[in-house]
């Protein structure tokens, strides 16, 4: 059964989440940095005509793994708490809670002072409501 926050609860979360969603948001940079690194490194290949870069290839594509495994662990640290993961880009988190008799998400994301936003299951961001 999914674990549902009371806003003091999620609140006393956020020290130990919000490092973690700024360790993805910077990871997913990189990530993205490396994946456009393989990707030019692939054309320079194919336009030169040489298959010379094998090392260059597998080691960015080690990086990238290695990247994308830090990545899912702290997904998995996350998740862990019973917090789930909306948006890594943004560092936008929901965490299940209560509200009038109902399941609904308490929201917050990276750069915001505190819980300060909730909204239905179905509704999403776009349709947070202060609390």
Known sequence: ?????TREEATALLPEIAPLLEEIVDLRARL??????????????????????EGSFTSGQSARA?????ISARVAR?????????????????????????????CW??????????HDLDS???GRQPL
């Open 66 to 70: 290695e990247l994308l495994a830090e």
């Open 109 to 118: 994301r990276l750069g915001e002072d505190g819980i300060n936003w909730w």
């Open 78 to 106: 996350i998740q862990s708490l019973g917090v789930e993961l909306k948006d890594p880009a943004l560092g936008l988190i929901d965490f299940p809670s209560l509200r009038e008799g109902r399941v609904v998400h308490l």
């Open 124 to 126: 999403g961001f776009a």
């Open 32 to 53: 993205e940095r490396a994946g456009h690194d393989l990707v030019a490194l692939h054309w320079k290949a194919r336009t030169n005509g040489h298959v010379d870069h």
């Open 1 to 5: 059964m999914a674990r549902h926050f």
